[in-house]
């Protein structure tokens, strides 16, 4: 009896907190449009890297002859590399239990993307981080979100493999969708929290076993190339596997490819690895400070010169 009333102890609680991170992220989405970003430092706003970089005339390489090598060429090309390798992700997940081959197509497919946009990136700060899974530890990677090749950038730099938390929405892109729900990624479910149990309780398990997790704390990518305000429950999962948490910021991605276009404006990237923060000993009580302190640090690694 006492057993199952822990369990369902344990699974309430992880309703709860699921409802609770989508009751925020209703809240946080409309205001993503208008937050005006602020200085770790100071009140005063801070210039985003890509106006910084449109003020030293950047954009002026990215015109008409750019748009048609995106267009004609290069976005043609990632479709192709996509529904090819997607069908055969997905012939491979029938005997692929353990993720594996099918993140090992995923990597492929990032490769040849990356080769495609003419985009190298740069790995700068604490790259001993980057050895989750190699050394047997896990972690949770907090990576900021500012466009749809993020995630191409993601599994050719992090040399191991990797679940990802995505939103159940991206279930209905082809090939993509397919690719996440039988790779073995964690799902979150905004309409039905009930759904998400499974997921979370699985990707907590998975965790604790070291399979290193990789999560957008914004929710979703920027609209204006600034840091956008964190869900609160984001670092559920890192407090309850008691993992370090790695921030990452992806810089030039915004520029590379925002949201509302096919233009892809090839130019350097750069990956910057930050030092990991302990959630040793920590609880929920403690997941406010938890975020707030990953925001500095994403913070701290985005806006630097």
């Not at 946009?117 to 972690?139: C, E, M, Q």
């Not at 979370?200 to 070291?210: E, F, M, V």
Request: net charge positive; glycine share 6%; charged share 20%.
């Amino acid at each position: 009896m006492a057993e199952r009333l822990e369990a369902w102890d344990s699974e309430r609680v992880l309703s709860e907190r699921v409802l609770k991170v989508n009751k925020i992220d209703t809240i946080v989405e409309p205001e993503k449009g208008s937050a005006e970003l602020r200085s770790p430092a100071s009140d005063r706003a801070v210039p985003t890297w890509h106006a910084k970089r449109a003020d030293a005339g950047w954009e002026k390489r990215h015109g008409w002859l750019s748009a048609l090598r995106s267009y004609l060429i290069i976005d043609p090309l990632i479709w192709a590399y996509t529904i090819f390798l997607g069908t055969i992700s997905l012939i491979a997940s029938l005997f692929d239990r353990n993720g594996r081959i099918q993140h090992d197509l995923a990597r492929f497919w990032s490769w040849l993307v990356m080769k495609t946009i003419f985009s190298p990136v740069t790995v700068t700060g604490n790259s001993s981080a980057l050895t989750a899974g190699v050394d047997g530890k896990a972690r949770v990677f907090a990576v900021t979100h500012a466009s749809a090749l993020d995630i191409p950038i993601l599994y050719v730099y992090l040399p191991f493999q990797f679940r990802i938390v995505f939103k159940s929405e991206l279930l209905s892109y082809p090939f993509v969708g397919w690719h996440l729900k039988r790779s073995g990624q964690v799902c979150i479910n905004q309409q039905n929290t009930s759904a998400s149990i499974g997921a979370i309780k699985s990707s907590l398990k998975s965790l604790r076993h070291g399979m290193p997790l990789v999560i957008f704390p914004e929710g979703g990518r920027t609209r204006d190339g600034q840091i956008q305000p964190f869900l609160p429950g984001a670092f559920f999962l890192a407090i309850k596997a008691q993992v370090d948490i790695v921030p990452v910021a992806l810089v030039g991605t915004f520029e590379l490819l925002p949201m509302n276009t096919y233009h892809i404006k090839c130019r350097p990237l750069e990956m910057r690895v930050g030092e990991p923060i302990s959630t040793a000993g920590m609880t929920m009580r403690d997941l406010e400070a938890v975020s707030a302190k990953v925001r500095k640090e994403l913070e701290r690694l985005y806006y630097q010169e």
